[in-house]
């Protein structure tokens, strides 16, 4: 079955910019990479999709090469409240509606 | 607030026992899905409904189960409960395949 995978862990401090990079070698044609943000005890929150090149919003950017074996989470300017566990999400299209997810990257963010 | 409701927030229950966590999806989303998180684990999932049909099944044991209504909300049902059920149960809902996916606050179970 295709799988992600991410660093288990990261450590920053504030005010740097965080790249988390995600590999998912066995990326199909019509599948979407999606990265969420969880706190502990709460539900997974949605930061960005994308499918190719690079998408931006308020929060980060994701970067998507040509290939799309992988994808890049941008964080830009981290601060102590972004300390939360992210995880990559590809929708594999030949997985049938299984939404498996990777075992998240810890980032650790110190003053 | 993803719009996605989950009830009961928390509950706690003795082994042995069988309890039922419902999931509210986001307006005009006809897909659900169910996610199993242990303490300091990853999230596993369950299992997948759209529009009242299963649509895929993961790692559930047999002593789970769920359905989705026609009126879209989901209820997963969880009998014969043992101390390793104690964990955090998520519900997601999206549009459809590709689009996606908002989680609820999750329902705590806790096994006694």
């Known amino acids: 079955l295709a799988k992600t995978t991410q660093p288990i862990s990261m450590d920053s401090y504030e005010g740097q910019e965080v790249n988390i990079t995600c590999s998912h070698n066995?990326?199909?044609?019509?599948?979407?990479i999606t990265w969420y943000q969880q706190f502990p005890s709460q539900g997974p929150r949605f930061i960005i999709q994308?499918?190719?090149t690079k998408v931006t919003n308020e929060v980060a950017s994701l970067f998507i090469p040509a290939d799309r074996k992988s994808s890049t989470l941008s964080l830009p300017r981290v601060s102590l409240s972004d300390t939360a566990v992210y995880y990559c999400?590809?929708?594999?299209?030949?997985?049938?509606?299984?939404?498996?997810f990777g075992q998240g990257t810890e980032l650790s963010v110190k003053p | 607030d993803s719009g996605v409701t989950q009830t009961p927030k928390h509950l706690i229950t003795a082994t042995g026992q069988r309890v039922t966590l419902r999931c509210s999806p986001r307006?005009?989303?006809?897909?659900v899905y169910w996610y199993q998180q242990s303490l300091d684990q990853g999230l596993q999932f369950l299992i997948h409904?759209?529009?009242?049909?299963?649509?895929a099944k993961g790692n559930i044991l047999e002593r789970f189960s769920a359905q989705q209504f026609p009126d879209l909300h989901s209820e997963l049902n969880l009998s014969s409960l043992e101390l390793g059920d104690s964990a955090l149960y998520f519900c997601?809902?999206?549009?459809?395949?590709?689009?996606?996916?908002?989680f609820g606050e999750g329902s705590w179970l806790t096994v006694v």
């Open positions: 066995n990326i199909a044609t019509n599948d979407y």
């Open positions: 307006s005009g989303d006809l897909s």
């Open positions: 997601a809902s999206s549009k459809d395949r590709g689009n996606t996916i908002y």
């Open positions: 409904y759209y529009n009242g049909e299963e649509r």
């Open positions: 999400l590809v929708d594999i299209y030949n997985q049938g509606g299984k939404l498996i």
């Open positions: 994308g499918y190719k």
